[in-house]
């Protein structure tokens, strides 16, 4: 967490330089890429649509792609040099940090661009916990090749693999506020869980160059998929409680009930 608050401080600094955003004249982007959103019905299309979600900036349907118990996890070290994975955001997180990227807020503006490319091809994967039904989970590992702007001098830039974990919507948690729209339904499928496999350079804090730079130049950033959502949640995202990151699919929040485990 340590390395999120220092990148997420460095961000801001850098643009107290070039020039400080107005939270009292709010950029808000209403323009939407009219191209179709595909519709989550394979664990592979579930991933495009995570996908599109990015590129065109759909937060309704992201609103709709996460599970109720979903969490997000990213590599980290402990106190003792370890590398661990933590939980750093759960599905309000998710869709808040999605609202403050795609289309701005009050306090954060949007993303100047976005330009996101997974592998064209997805191979779904049996959920390798003990106790996922491989009919009813899936699991999907696809490179990631993200750039955002966030404001006209500064670009991060994000690269390596992003791991999902994707449940048939049968046995999903729906969540509480889209019940009455979406039923228990074999056809479509839900993400439970997103695993940031990104890294900095040679896996240090990424740092942002601080020195002048020409009119209409472009600083990149190198960064890992936890800094720039950390960024545009506007906090550093506080680790969940570790309970529900060992995968068991008998703790708390973390995986499918004992009783839909054996459904087909």
């Known amino acids: 967490m340590r390395r999120i608050l220092l990148f997420v401080s460095a961000i801001l600094a850098s643009l107290s330089v070039a020039g400080c955003f107005n939270p009292f004249s709010p950029i808000i982007k209403s323009e939407r890429v009219t191209t179709v959103a595909p519709s989550p019905t394979t664990p592979q299309n579930a991933v495009k649509l995570f996908e599109w979600c990015w590129v065109n900036r759909g937060v309704e349907e992201y609103k709709e792609l996460f599970t109720e118990d979903y969490v997000f996890l990213s590599a980290g070290l402990d106190s003792a040099g370890n590398q661990s994975r933590e939980i750093q955001a759960r599905r309000d997180d998710e869709i808040q940090t999605a609202e403050n990227m795609f289309i701005g807020s009050a306090e954060r503006a949007p993303a100047s661009s976005i330009t996101l490319n997974f592998d064209r091809n997805f191979i779904p994967f049996p959920d390798p916990r003990t106790g996922y039904v491989d009919s009813l989970f899936?699991?999907?590992?696809?490179?990631?090749?993200?750039?955002?702007?966030?404001?006209?001098?500064?670009?991060?830039?994000?690269?390596?693999?992003?791991?999902f974990y994707l449940v048939r919507g049968d046995t999903a948690a729906i969540p509480i506020e889209l019940q009455s729209r979406f039923k228990k339904d074999k056809s479509r499928w839900w993400i439970s869980r997103w695993e940031d496999e990104t890294i900095a350079p040679e896996g240090l804090i990424a740092t942002i160059t601080r020195r002048a730079r020409p009119s209409g130049a472009i600083t990149t950033v190198r960064a890992t998929l936890a800094e720039v959502k950390a960024y545009y949640l506007g906090r550093a995202v506080l680790p969940y409680s570790a309970a529900a990151t060992a995968g068991s699919p008998h703790s708390s929040r973390a995986g499918p009930s004992p009783a839909r485990a054996g459904r087909d």
Do not use: H, M
């Open 138 to 163: 899936k699991s999907i590992r696809t490179s990631v090749d993200l750039k955002v702007q966030i404001d006209e001098g500064t670009t991060l830039e994000v690269n390596g693999y992003a791991l």
